[in-house]
């Protein structure tokens, strides 16, 4: 079995989503900027990437995405009015966004699903595993989820994939996983993954979310990957290969070693439904110190008053 233990360094944010759920205000604006309490969702996913030591970011990206790349960079018109104001506390949350990381783009172009996605990322990446973290699930950073990850995957090689327990009724909405239990609690081997089964054929209520650590094989694999549900080339199909050849015998030396799931038990905020987005934004605002306690208040009283 080959195993990759290399240092991870490097992030991939497919990010080239037409937004369809959140029409009309993604008709011009992307989905990813639009702003959770005071900063679009995907500063979110760039600083959780950071926070688990991952400097170097490729966002893959597509028409109408320009934005993104505008929050990243520096804006200096906006920094000199800010400055000779002297509002330094709104100056240093402005420049906080151009600093986070080593930022770089691609775009998809042809939008063939979250597996074409991933493939652009391979002349970036190289024969080097990697990150991939979805703009959709915000991971709260009080539960490093991501670190985690890269925790299993360097000990174990391989790729590694975040799971998390939903209602068997919910699990048609995810990609699921069949697994084996290892030494570690929250630690399973991924044996074979269905992509939106039903409830009554899922082989557990384990549900694929949005954050991966691949070993570089999987670039192989999607580049030979046929399109799948919805007519998309589904990294869900590309992964559940990896964990089929690894349980061959005959393609161990290949396979690009095993497939394991860490079991996420802790907070996160699911931005691609609307309903989960304006929860997300109650939760996160709620708990934060500048306006939690004014916020809280007044959300009581609507409540009571709604009642």
């Known amino acids: 079995m080959t195993q990759s233990h290399s240092r991870i360094s490097k992030a991939v944010i497919p990010a080239a989503g037409l937004g369809t759920r959140f029409l009309p205000a993604t008709k011009a604006t992307p989905k990813e900027m639009l702003p959770v309490v005071d900063k679009p969702a995907i500063q979110y996913v760039v600083e959780e990437a950071v926070s688990a030591g991952l400097s170097d970011v490729l966002m893959i990206t597509g028409r109408n995405k320009r934005p993104l790349e505008d929050h990243f960079d520096r804006n200096y018109e906006l920094e000199e009015a800010l400055s000779r104001k002297g509002d330094a506390g709104r100056l240093a949350r402005v420049q906080e966004s151009s600093d986070l990381a080593t930022m770089h783009y691609v775009r998809q172009g042809d939008p063939r699903g979250l597996g074409h996605a991933v493939l652009c990322a391979e002349p970036h990446v190289g024969d080097q595993p990697f990150a991939v973290l979805l703009g959709d699930d915000l991971i709260d950073p009080r539960d490093p989820l991501l670190s985690r990850m890269i925790e299993i995957q360097e000990r ?69 990957t046929e399109p799948g549900r919805g007519g998309e080339i589904q990294l869900t199909d590309a992964i559940q290969k990896l964990a089929e050849a690894e349980q061959s015998a005959g393609e161990a030396g290949r396979s690009g070693g095993p497939v394991h799931g860490v079991i996420f038990k802790g907070r996160r905020y699911d931005t691609g439904d609307r309903g989960d987005y304006l929860r997300a934004i109650v939760r996160l605002a709620c708990e934060r110190e500048d306006l939690g306690p004014e916020f809280r208040d007044w959300l009581r009283s609507f409540v009571t008053e709604e009642m």
């Open 156 to 224: 174990e090689g391989g790729t590694v994939v975040a799971l998390m327990e939903v209602d068997p009724a919910q699990i048609h909405m995810y990609g699921c996983a069949a697994v084996k239990p290892t030494g570690d609690g929250d630690v399973v081997k991924i044996t074979d993954l269905v992509e939106k089964p039903d409830a009554s054929e899922a082989p557990s209520n384990l549900a694929v979310i949005g954050r991966y650590v691949l070993d570089p094989a999987i670039f192989g694999i999607l580049r030979e």
